[in-house]
């Protein structure tokens, strides 16, 4: 049985179709230094200095290889390789700049970053910051990777194929 190569988190970016690709690898490059230092969680998971990235390559290198396997099954995923890896480079981009110690050692988040709400408007300035624009399908899969929360409906569904896919990898890999 041969073993799936494990990629680093700029090999997979190239997968990843324009014009998305320039822009994460740009995003990528010019906080390299804060993604790798960066932890992945306060206190649940990847909470230790470097998690952030850990974690990062981890849900990408599972969204490149669990495609493949989800698409052998013989039924076509209504969604891309390239979209699962742009959606989960982008899931938790606000951790870097969100999260700090404090002297004494405790991870919090730092002021301004207390709601969801305000990860988000974080992440969507960043992504503006970048000229990154999302479709819809990518959007609602950005949106909801994390689930449904209180958007939850048992008369229509609110989140798309993609989003389960990646809120799949991203439940696991937590």
């Not at 324009?18 to 960066?38: G, H, M, S, T, V």
């Not at 389960?164 to 937590?174: P, R, V």
Request: aromatic share 14%.
């Amino acid at each position: 049985m041969n073993t799936p190569k494990y990629f680093t988190v700029e090999e997979l970016l190239n997968y990843v179709i324009e014009p998305y690709r320039q822009a994460c690898l740009k995003i990528y490059q010019d906080n390299l230094e804060l993604f790798l230092i960066a932890r992945g969680s306060t206190n649940n998971h990847q909470a230790w200095h470097g998690g952030y990235h850990s974690h990062l390559q981890e849900v990408m290198n599972y969204a490149f290889h669990l495609y493949d396997f989800d698409e052998s099954f013989g039924r076509p995923l209504p969604f891309t390789k390239s979209d699962t890896l742009l959606v989960m480079f982008l899931h938790d981009l606000e951790k870097p700049w969100r999260i700090e110690l404090t002297d004494d050692g405790i991870a919090r988040n730092r002021l301004g970053f207390d709601t969801k709400e305000a990860f988000k408007k974080f992440r969507e300035d960043k992504l503006n910051e970048y000229g990154v624009s999302l479709t819809p399908a990518q959007l609602n899969g950005l949106t909801y990777v994390e689930g449904e929360i209180k958007d939850y409906s048992s008369e229509h569904r609110v989140m798309n194929e993609l989003a389960a896919f990646c809120h799949k990898i991203d439940s696991w890999m937590a």
